[in-house]
């Protein structure tokens, strides 16, 4: 462990609108690599109404910076990108698990989630490298994957290898990629019939993996009932596979800089209504409350480390 330093650290304990969980202890490293990479990882310990103990989640980066550049998150502070290989995705855990002083063989429900810092898509070998030898580490463990990008070919990589994958998350913004491109300027391309087709067989060769939409709401963005309906129906295809989880916008640099607005309670718990009387599963993920350590914030001060 001696090639990783943690430069910045954080520990709290917040209560969140979830499916499942209802309090998460959380702990937020910023993690040095010997070549000047900067990621942040987290170890969460998640409880439910009666203080049990539901599961440990580590959460981790595999990149330094983001290419996606994505205005409503973080690393938009971060100007260069790095990218983490499997060896080094893998120090990142068991340093992320020493710093907690945690041991995954006291959790019966452990689980390694890739929805850090950058866009897995990108590096599908690397996710599937890393994955199977952290398996090989922690036989119990089962992995959550997230991508933005929504790259058909990586997804497919993914399906093909049959990881321990108990999710597999599609951020979903809208269904134009002119409408995308305003908020994350970077994609390159999504193809929303492309990707229905890809999810369809995902499924079926991965029928134990549940295909989660990361449903970021906006103001004036992709908040209206309007838009909802249009979206619901061109998803039809997936509805008995995939499940919408209605993620609320926190607060950020970039948020501030780009008038990103979060949508009110009121009108979050209408879209999920939406989507239940459109025969969707859906929830609401997050807090209306500005806790610094939620989705798309990160703790490190990334001017002063690369000075």
């Known amino acids: 462990m001696t090639d990783l330093k943690i430069v910045d650290r954080l520990e709290r304990t917040d209560n969140y609108i979830t499916k499942k969980w209802k309090a998460e202890k959380a702990f937020r490293y910023v993690i040095e690599f010997n070549d000047h990479k ?3 990882s987290s170890a969460f310990i998640h409880y439910d109404n009666s203080d049990k103990i539901l599961d440990l989640t580590i959460e981790i980066s595999t990149m330094y910076g983001c290419p996606l550049r994505c205005k409503f998150c973080d690393t938009n502070k971060i100007n260069s990108v790095k990218y983490l290989n499997s060896n080094e995705i893998v ?26 810092i950058g866009e897995n898509s990108l590096i599908p ?53 002119v409408e995308i491109k305003k908020i994350i300027p970077n994609i390159k391309k999504f193809e929303i019939d492309k990707l229905i087709n890809c999810l369809i067989s995902f499924n079926k060769e991965n029928p134990n993996t549940k295909i989660r939409f990361n449903y970021v709401l906006i103001e004036n963005y992709n908040d209206s009932i309007g838009y909802l309906n249009k979206l619901v129906e061109i998803l039809k295809p997936l509805k008995s596979i995939v499940y919408f989880r209605i ?51 990160f703790i490190g001060k990334y001017d002063k480390y690369c000075k």
């Open 125 to 177: 070998d690397e996710i599937i490298e890393s994955s199977q030898l952290l398996k090989k580490l922690f036989s119990h463990v089962l992995f959550n994957l997230s991508t933005v990008a929504a790259d058909i070919s990586a997804i497919n990589k993914w399906s093909n290898a049959h990881l321990a994958l108990r999710t597999l998350q599609i951020s979903i913004l809208h269904y134009d990629i």
């Open 247 to 297: 993620s609320i916008l926190n607060e950020t640099e970039g948020t501030k800089q780009y008038y990103l607005n979060q949508v009110t309670k009121e009108k979050t718990e209408l879209i999920v209504k939406t989507l239940i009387e459109n025969d969707y599963n859906a929830y609401i993920f997050g807090t209306f409350i500005n806790q610094r350590i939620s989705c798309g914030q």
């Open 91 to 116: 120090l990142q855990v068991q340093k992320t698990l020493m710093e907690s002083n945690l041991n995954p063989l006291d959790f019966i429900d452990f689980r390694i989630s890739y929805l850090a």
């Open 38 to 40: 900067f990621v942040e």
